[in-house]
């Protein structure tokens, strides 16, 4: 089992900045990737931002590329989403996730909201 809890989410004025973490624990010397999904009411998750644990290229949805960079910390099994010119489409609920050995895990979420 793999435990996911993030952090970082909040309120913040459109133009504005915010990190979100994301601290596995449990049996994560196997993860292959971890990153984050999004969702909005009415709209299907979506993928955001993913970084493979052992080195190698991340990837994002376009509607982020240039703004959000995510990144990890192997010490402290914990990923990171640094956001950067938040937008009122970046209001979302974040959900980290990490894919160990097949199975995908989920962290519980984190709301952001970008005000106009």
């Known amino acids: 089992q793999v435990h996911l809890v993030e952090s970082g989410g909040g309120l913040v004025q459109a133009g504005g900045s915010l990190r979100l973490s994301c601290a596995a624990s449990?049996?994560?010397?196997?993860?292959?990737?971890m990153g984050w999904f999004r969702r909005t009411p009415g709209k299907e998750r979506e993928f955001v931002a993913g970084?493979?644990?052992?080195?190698?290229?991340?990837s994002y949805t376009d509607s982020v590329k240039g703004r959000f960079t995510i990144f990890r910390d192997n010490a402290l099994n914990t990923v990171y989403l640094q956001m950067n010119s938040l937008n009122s489409e970046d209001t979302a609920a974040y959900y980290c996730y990490a894919n160990v050995l097949g199975v995908r895990y989920w962290g519980q979420g984190t709301q952001v909201t970008v005000s106009s």
């Open positions: 970084i493979p644990w052992s080195g190698g290229t991340a």
């Open positions: 449990g049996r994560t010397f196997d993860t292959s990737v």
